[in-house]
Every structure is written in structure tokens, then in C-alpha cells.
């Protein structure tokens, strides 16, 4: 048995378990920022600069397993419609792949008689998704300036 003096002078290494794997995770990454820097130092002309940017979208799309096929209509129906001044939001479903359906608002200028740019908007991350005053402000400009 251990006197209180020889407890006292003992040095205990705990290891700090719940901190592992956040260490381990920041580890890897600053490893791959190094890399990446070290690779995107390395470029030197628009042709390297393609080849580097289809190779990161081929390994990105790898990492989540590929991207669905595609093939499938879109199948879009206008729900609604919200006449403002100078242009119309069409309220729109459409299927971005088989049975995955998307709520987006069409912000169509008036009085255009040949195709034209129009602002397509999906959604957004406040609460209000897209009926918040940031994300119209800025759609709403944006359909204006096509005019």
C-alpha cells in the first residue's frame, strides 16, 4: 500500500478522450488544406487550372456516392401567381428528380415579347425561407434590371 506522501508525488497522465476525435478530424483537415494549397500553388496556366477544377468536381461527387440520374421531366405546374409592379412571381412545383419535388418562385419582368432572363428562386436558410425580405430585395432587383 502507498503512503499519502508517495499518492501525493505520483504524477497521473489522463488522455483527454473527448477531445480525440475533434483533434484527430482538425488534423486531417489541416492536412488537406496543406495539400490543396500545395496543389493550387502549383498552377500555372488555364489548362492546369481546367484539369484541377474537373478533377476536385469528379472527387466531390465521388465523396457523396454520385449524383442520380437526371432523365426524369421536370413536370412543372404553376400554383399560383402574385402580380406587383412591373413583373409577376409564379409560385412553381417541379420535380428535380423522379418524386423530389421543389417549391420555387418565378419573378417574370412584364411586357416581354421574346425570351429573356428571369430569376429562378429555390429557397433559403432564414425562417422565412423564400419570403424573407433579404432574399426578395434581392430577387425583386434582380427582375427589375431585365427589364
Known amino acids: 500500500m502507498m503512503s499519502i506522501q508517495e499518492l501525493e508525488n505520483r504524477v497521473i497522465r489522463l488522455y483527454d478522450v473527448k477531445s480525440q476525435l475533434k483533434a484527430f478530424i482538425y488534423q486531417l483537415s489541416e492536412e488537406a488544406f496543406e495539400k490543396g494549397d500545395r496543389a493550387r500553388d502549383q498552377i500555372k496556366t488555364i489548362e492546369q487550372l481546367e484539369d484541377r477544377n474537373a478533377w476536385m468536381r469528379q472527387k466531390f461527387i465521388e ?85
Open 63 to 147: 465523396s457523396m456516392g454520385g449524383l442520380p440520374s437526371n432523365d426524369s421531366p421536370l413536370r412543372p405546374q404553376i400554383v399560383g401567381t402574385i402580380q406587383c409592379d412591373g413583373y409577376r412571381i409564379e409560385k412553381i412545383i417541379f420535380e428535380s428528380r423522379s418524386n423530389v419535388f421543389v417549391t420555387s418562385n418565378l419573378y417574370v419582368p412584364d411586357g416581354i415579347t421574346s425570351p429573356r432572363g428571369a430569376v429562378l428562386f429555390l429557397c433559403g436558410h432564414l425562417e422565412q425561407a423564400k419570403c424573407a425580405d433579404e432574399y426578395q430585395i434581392v430577387c425583386q432587383y434582380l427582375t427589375r434590371a431585365g427589364h
